[in-house]
C-alpha cells in the first residue's frame, strides 16, 4: 500500500461527504389539465432503504415514481435523485438506475436468453445472463419466446431487466402483481439479497400489505396526491393507534372487543372472571388495519 502525498491527504480532506439521501423530494405537484394528482409532496429516502410506497388505484404513486425516474416532468417541486434532476440527466445517471414499470415492455418475439444478453450489452458492469435467470427463476424458460410466457413470468423478466446494470437506486412498480406464492417468496429473498449484497436503495409500491411490511424499512402511504405518514411500519402501527381485538368465551360464547389498551382489558376480564379466561387471543393492529384507519381518516375528513 502506498501511503498518500501530503497532496493526496488534503484531496481526501476535501472530497465531499457522499449524500446520504438517494431521493429528496420537496413539493411536488403533478397537475393532469386541472386535475391535482400530487399536491406538495415531500420525500426523502437514504441510501441503501427499502421504501414502500402505499396508497390507494389514483392516489398518485405510478405518477410521483415516473417523475422520479425522468419519465414525466413535474409541475412544480424540487426534486433530486442519486445527485441529480432525473429531468435533465444522461446516459451515465440512467445506468445507475434500475426501473421496473407497471406496464410490460413488449418483446413479444425475443426469446428470453437473447432479451436480457441484448439489453446487458447497454451496462459497463451488468450482471450475467445466467445469473439473471437463476435470480428471477426463469432457467427453464430461457429459449422461450417472451410472448408465450405466463404473466408472472413476464413480471419475473421485468424483474430481471430492472437489475441488469446492478443499479444503486431500483424502482418498483407493483412488482409482484399475478405472482405465484413460491414466485413472491423467491422475490421477497431477491430483493433481501440486493439489499444485503448491494446496499442498492429500492423504492416499490405495492398493494400486498405483508409485502411491504416484510420487504421495507420505511412504509410511506399516498392518499389523494398527499403524503399522509412516513416511517418504520411498527411505528405507523403505533401512531395511528388502530385497536387491537380481544376475543375470550365467557358463558359459552365467543367474545369479542377491540381497545387501545388490551392489557387493561385482559386485566379487567381476569378479575370479573376470577380464574383462567377461556378461548383468550389478542390480536394486535397490522399494518393493513392501520393503513386502512388511515384511509377511512382520509375519507372522513
Ligand atoms: N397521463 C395522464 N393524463 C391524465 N391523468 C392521468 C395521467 N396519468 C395518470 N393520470 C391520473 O392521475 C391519477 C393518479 O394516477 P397514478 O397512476 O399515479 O395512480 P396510482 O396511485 O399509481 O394508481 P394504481 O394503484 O391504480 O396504479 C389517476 O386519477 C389517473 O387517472
New binding site residues.
Partial sequence: MVAPTPADASEVRSSPAPDPLAVSVRGLRMR??D?D?LRGVDLDIRRGEVLALL??????????IEILEGFRRRSEGEVRVLGHDPQYVGDDWRARVGIVM?SWRDHARWRVRELLDHFGRYYRNARTTDELLTAVGLTDQATQECHRLSGGQRRRLDVALGIIGRPELLFLD?PTTGFDPESRLAFHELIERLRATDNTTILL?T?DLVEAERLSDSIAV?INGRLITCGPADQLVREVGAKAEVRWVEEGAVQRQFTSDPSRLVWELHCRIDGPIDGLEIRRPTLEDTYLRLLRQEQVS
Fill in positions: 393532469y389539465g386535475r394528482v396508497g390507494p388505484n389514483g392516489a398518485g404513486k405510478s405518477t410521483t407497471q407493483e409500491t398493494h399516498l
